[in-house]
């Protein structure tokens, strides 16, 4: 099953959100209208909350968690993801926040405490380290990431462009019967 309630956590799911039958969300996890988690995605919310605003999108092989509150960070992190953001293939999400319209590439983590403001793309395989701010409007690329270059009209324009694209898709695979 795709969906587990964890203690006393069930995952609430926006309006006609997908989650492939292979993924797992589990715990204290939130996702928003539109939203969609691809195949073999894992979203833990077991010790802390995940939310994932409207429109987002979390690609195949992903791994979302957060940092639980302890003695040597005693609020811990939740994950926090806005609208319009787009989560490509094996990504690792782990305690951070993410703004709207962001692309995230392909195999890139980010870490503990770091913010991700609003409108930025960060290139595929990059590594953003614990408590690192990436600003609003810029690529970042890197292991560890460093700011590239500003971003031009048309990659702002695309962070739309994807989000609804994913909407679309996944408006085909609920009326296909996949998913939740």
Same mark, same amino acid.
């Given at each position: 099953?795709?969906?587990?309630?964890?203690?006393?956590?069930?995952?609430?799911?926006?309006?006609?959100?997908?989650?492939?039958?292979?993924?797992?969300?589990?715990?204290?996890?939130?996702?928003?209208?539109?939203?969609?988690?691809?195949?073999?995605?894992?979203?833990?919310?077991?010790?802390?909350?995940?939310? =994932? #605003?409207?429109? !987002?999108?979390?690609?195949? /092989?992903? @791994? &979302?968690?957060?940092?639980?509150?302890?003695?040597?960070? %005693?609020?811990?992190?939740?994950?926090?993801?806005?609208?319009?953001?787009?989560?490509?293939?094996?990504?690792?999400?782990?305690?951070?926040?993410?703004?709207?319209?962001?692309?995230?590439?392909?195999?890139?983590?980010?870490?503990?405490?770091?913010?991700?403001?609003?409108?930025?793309? =960060? #290139?595929?395989? !990059?590594?953003?380290?614990? /408590?690192? @701010? &990436?600003?609003?409007?810029?690529?970042?690329?890197?292991? %560890?990431?460093?700011?590239?270059?500003?971003?031009?009209?048309?990659?702002?324009?695309?962070?739309?462009?994807?989000?609804?694209?994913?909407?679309?898709?996944?408006?085909?695979?609920?009326?296909?019967?996949?998913?939740?």
């Amino acid at each position: 099953m795709a969906i587990r309630t964890y203690q006393q956590f069930t995952p609430q799911l926006g309006e006609r959100v997908f989650v492939d039958a292979s993924a797992v969300v589990l715990g204290d996890v939130e996702l928003g209208a539109d939203s969609s988690v691809w195949p073999l995605t894992v979203i833990r919310g077991d010790m802390h909350q995940i939310r =994932i #605003g409207q429109r !987002s999108s979390i690609q195949d /092989g992903s @791994v &979302l968690h957060i940092t639980h509150a302890g003695p040597f960070n %005693p609020e811990g992190y939740p994950l926090i993801i806005g609208d319009d953001v787009t989560i490509g293939h094996k990504v690792i999400l782990h305690g951070c926040t993410l703004g709207s319209r962001i692309l995230v590439g392909m195999g890139s983590i980010v870490m503990d405490g770091a913010v991700v403001e609003d409108d930025v793309i =960060i #290139g595929a395989g !990059s590594l953003v380290p614990p /408590g690192k @701010v &990436l600003q609003s409007g810029y690529l970042y690329v890197g292991s %560890p990431v460093k700011q590239a270059r500003a971003l031009t009209d048309k990659e702002r324009n695309f962070f739309t462009y994807t989000a609804a694209n994913y909407v679309r898709l996944k408006n085909q695979h609920l009326a296909e019967g996949y998913g939740q």
